[in-house]
């Protein structure tokens, strides 16, 4: 399990030049911020197995505030069920490249015009974001057009992939310059993003960058749920175990074109060409 730390007193001074305009500053909410349980639970891709499991855990580990960071509906047997749930349990979160491509389709042909090599698996893709709207109907693809590019809670800046670009996103062995140009303009000591599928924790001079992994179909070759956990400033990687062949069930039988891809995937905890 990764861990960094960053304190729980990391720069009051700042926080008080920034707020110096409100009158009626508290202390001991500056501080209740900095130190609160926060849990960041992103790429669920409909995997409803997974979900389920990973709510479970939560109620175990007792987070403050639940953060989703995108890419909820596209890829699994329970597209409609997810968007659902993460309604009515409130979460805030974020935009995913699979949310604007079900709700946009667009953003996604205009991303996919830029490797046109990889035309098989650009019309798998289609496929697959095809039989999901239909699931989703109008009503959930507005509401996931409606998702925001970023969510600040201090000291905590998440978003899906790269500021700015919900396509692409450093990868785990990327160097600390690059992170830091990347997630530096969060401007907040801890930058948090998913869309890779990755999970790690990495320590720069001037922040900590997290990525939180994938609830529905993890990459890293560890078949459970990931998810990231933020407790004393302290984010780590939650894993969680499911039933990995129940859910492959449910692909085989929900209509998805492709699952079969999506099954592979789950089965070994890589990525994979359809």
């Not at 289609?126 to 999901?132: I, L, S």
Request: aromatic share 6%; charged share 25%; proline share 7%.
């Amino acid at each position: 399990m990764q861990k960094a730390r960053l304190s729980c007193s990391y720069h009051h001074e700042t926080r008080l030049e920034r707020r110096s305009e409100t009158s009626h500053l508290d202390l001991h909410d500056v501080h209740r911020q900095l130190c609160m349980r926060v849990a960041v639970v992103s790429d669920i891709h409909a995997n409803g197995t997974a979900f389920d499991a990973v709510l479970k855990d939560l109620r175990r580990t007792s987070p403050d505030l639940i953060l989703h960071g995108g890419d909820l509906a596209d890829g699994g047997s329970s597209p409609a069920e997810i968007v659902d749930r993460i309604r009515d349990l409130g979460w805030p979160g974020v935009a995913g490249n699979t949310d604007d491509m079900l709700s946009m389709p667009e953003t996604f042909e205009s991303f996919a015009a830029q490797s046109p090599h990889l035309l098989k698996l650009w019309d798998a893709i289609r496929d697959m974001a095809a039989h999901t709207r239909e699931k989703l109907g109008e009503q959930r693809l507005a509401w996931l057009r409606d998702l925001p590019r970023v969510q600040i809670r201090d000291p905590i800046a998440l978003v899906h992939a790269s500021p700015g670009n919900v396509w692409r996103a450093p990868m785990p062995q990327a160097s600390d310059a690059e992170l830091e140009s990347v997630y530096g303009i969060t401007d907040r000591p801890l930058a948090i993003y998913g869309h890779i599928h990755l999970p790690y924790v990495r320590n720069l001079p001037r922040r900590i960058v997290a990525n939180s992994g994938s609830v529905g179909i993890p990459h890293d070759g560890d078949l459970r749920a990931a998810y990231l956990l933020i407790d004393d400033s302290t984010p780590r990687i939650q894993r969680v175990e499911y039933d990995v062949q129940r859910e492959s069930k449910a692909l085989a039988t929900c209509g998805l074109p492709h699952a079969d891809w999506v099954v592979t995937m789950l089965a070994t905890g890589y990525p994979a060409l359809p």
